[in-house]
């Protein structure tokens, strides 16, 4: 049994928070700035998810984001702010209902499509149901055992601060269609990757290789999966010679709109040294359509932002800031993309992004040219007062920098704590009342303070 | 904000249990059995809940329910098992879809129709939102107010481990439609009567007075609605003389079958002395749609089941006990109404039932005669070792056995804890998983210590 889980203790971050304000200075920091006053953190992620709500990539809805988003930031005192489209393939949800049909009395199943899954039609399809109990399970079957099927993949994806789980058990999601319309499945559902217990099915994409005809593919929420096992294993045979049959009917009616356009929105705080690389931090605008794309990713942006308006406030660094509020993150990271087509030429000093909710930093981990050895120790000492220590492991970065990352440019991870991420993460559930304010500002803190620094870093530091 | 709450935590229950159960004795008693071996209300719930799911009165499901209780009650061995039929009214669920349409970029909304609901026809509504804080300010507001508008009601429902605030904020739902309609108003959505932050809005049954032409009513989610007031306070007009206004979307369409079947499934232990009144024990089959039923009250079912199933084993009792699993309850008590005119005549030495979810027992309330204050104390001290206190307030009986209690029979409240009994009360998320075996067990324990000393008590206690 999964039972909700206890939120994070708050107290000590609290008095942190109200430790470190005390200490008034004649010139307040990025970081003091980011504890006392306004929090436009809060302000973004409130004022977006409100006035605009989902944000599908491609979509009229995204696009209003950006309108929104140009005048926020130029309102916010930021430069060169604009927008900066692209192209990309555009996919879009339809109407999604499925019921196990038998052999017990026809119950009504929560599902959604996933991203790039194909269309049943209006009719739906109906057929019996494969059950593996792993994506590994699905991939080592022979095709016989799923031809003409409805393959269902069980697994149940684990809770893990740091978030390690999604890749593990994300395959069922990000592999197990198209290994299953290789096989000759006539559809895939599987177990929603997510650690809760709501009717709130977790949508996500998928991708399906060249040259395989993509099959309809969809997530049950736990429950709904719950559900299902029990009445797979009332409907196994008695005498070895009988077929299990559990049967499924099926409606999903999503559609590819084709090429449409999305677009990135960049901002900047402007450095004193022309000559000296900016500092990139990123978020994404889009959001999957389920929710308002509170936690996923529009306190990402609040973060990034509230930070670069506390340095800007401190004082003008040296180095410029540039703020990348990236487009079509979901379904392909195609925003990130397309900033690595424009302007990866260009030297950056350091990447870095917000993308894994609201809840409260704590570890930083790090992948710097060896020259910044000082810095790492300077940065470790400056966020240790919030609660967050050194990781072991290098910094990874963020999809939607993930190319300059590629790339060679240094990236340092503000991790935030996962372990209720993914309860959440692309579900209707994801809305501004899961936001905890007190733990968004220690985001901003923790980002003022190590932006700060990065900003102000000289070129022997970094590139 | 709301967060989830911290599960209850059950450590010490789990000792009481085991600290009783090693007092073995030759002949186990009834309260020692529910601890031991065979979880019979798990097992109810669990088949129940997975081979039948929703269970909506008057419709096939709930036929197929009283199919599978009646076998399921004759296997556990009780007697005179039967279903008594009765005609009721028969309303089901169509679609529903709300948006808010303007003055921002239009969202959709989690709704659900209440039961009772009109439809608003299949191609929806749309109107302008009368805002009110409270089923009160509606009631107080002048008819102008609220004519040809949508009423919203914003109340939120606060958690109580009694659930005392079921009444009076449920009256936004109970009557706030009716209201509604007689004031003019083309449609009702209301805030959830739920206590969680989840995108599951809340059904359950209104009311309309005789005379008064129904409306379409439904209910949000907590999130919706939070969306919707933020949305509502960006909508207030910057001069006095212009309109607020915030416009919404309608699609529900609800239908009314006319009159059908439901029926009570009714079996009993019968007691050795054939002269002595039945002690009578309730449940509901029925649930709402939306979930499985499974704390509303499949739940409820297996703890009275399972309690008589055990007094059955440690030996035949004084008194017949009747085990009364009511039909149609959710949608006006329609089952224990047909119980009342069929055996309303008979004497019922006591009436007790089990409808508040499946988390522990932990107060007893009475209603008794003057002649059974010493049976009340010994039932106060059989209940202590689970944790269970004496309350203060006279006992008030369960909607099943309503009519019973309100023509004097006798009635015990073995009281649930419902502090996150409105989290999921008439959602999708009432499903088996929110079932905690351990304080399952609990009430089965508790009921079946205070069920064999009712059904061994005197004529001289009980009527």
Chains 1, 2 share one sequence.
């Not at 009445?231 to 299990?244: G, I, K, N, T």
């Not at 935030?416 to 559930?429: E, M, V």
Request: net charge neutral.
């Amino acid at each position: 049994m999964r039972n909700p889980r206890t939120p994070i203790r708050l107290a000590g971050i609290t008095a942190l928070l109200l430790s470190s304000a005390v200490t008034a200075q004649p010139v307040p920091s990025a970081a003091e700035l980011a504890q006392q006053g306004n929090d436009p953190a809060w302000a973004i992620t409130r004022d977006l998810t409100t006035e605009i709500g989902p944000r599908m990539p491609g979509t009229e809805s995204e696009a209003a984001a950006r309108r929104w988003a140009t005048r926020r930031l130029q309102a916010m005192g930021f430069a060169n702010v604009r927008e900066e489209a692209f192209d990309m393939p555009v996919w879009v949800r339809g109407a999604e209902e499925a019921w196990l049909t038998g052999p017990l009395v026809p119950q009504k199943l929560a599902i959604t499509a996933l991203g790039n899954s194909a269309s049943t039609g209006a009719k739906g399809i109906e057929g019996e149901i494969a059950y593996f109990e792993s994506f590994d399970a699905l991939a080592a079957a022979p095709a016989a055992s799923v031809k003409g099927k409805i393959v269902f993949i069980d697994h149940q994806m684990k809770p893990a601060q740091d978030g390690s789980g999604y890749g593990y058990y994300g395959r069922g999601r990000f592999s197990g269609p198209n290994v299953a319309a290789q096989k000759g499945a006539i559809a895939i559902v599987i177990r929603s990757i997510g650690t809760d217990s709501h009717r709130n099915p977790h949508t996500g994409v998928t991708n399906f290789d060249a040259g395989v005809k993509p099959i309809p593919a969809g997530a049950i929420s736990n429950p709904d999966a719950d559900q299902l096992v029990r009445q797979w294993r009332r409907a196994q045979p008695v005498r070895s010679d009988e077929a299990a049959l559990l049967t499924m009917k099926l409606i999903l009616t999503p559609q590819n709109l084709g090429i449409r356009k999305s677009g990135n929105v960049i901002a900047e705080v402007p450095g004193s040294d022309r000559g000296a690389s900016p500092v990139i931090i990123a978020c994404h605008l889009d959001s999957w359509d389920l929710g308002t794309g509170a936690i996923d990713d529009a306190a990402g942006c609040g973060i990034i932002t509230a930070a670069a308006n506390h340095v800007m406030t401190a004082g003008q660094p040296r180095r410029t800031i540039r703020i990348l509020w990236a487009g079509a993150e979901e379904v392909g990271v195609f925003g990130g993309k397309a900033y690595f087509e424009r302007h990866g030429e260009q030297k950056h000093a350091v990447a870095l992004e917000s993308d894994f909710g609201a809840d409260r930093v704590w570890r930083i981990d790090f992948k710097l040219p060896d020259s910044a050895k000082p810095l790492a120790d300077r940065l470790t000492a400056a966020v240790a007062p919030f609660g967050v220590v050194r990781g072991r492991q290098p910094a990874s970065g963020g999809a939607d920098i993930g190319a300059l990352v590629a790339a060679g440019v240094p990236t340092i991870d503000l991790a935030q704590d996962g372990t209720r991420y993914f309860d959440l993460h692309h579900t209707p559930d994801d809305t501004l009342d899961k936001i905890d304010p007190v733990q968004l500002r220690q985001n901003v803190a923790v980002w003022s303070a190590t932006l700060a620094i990065l900003a102000n870093s000289s070129d022997a530091e970094l590139p």
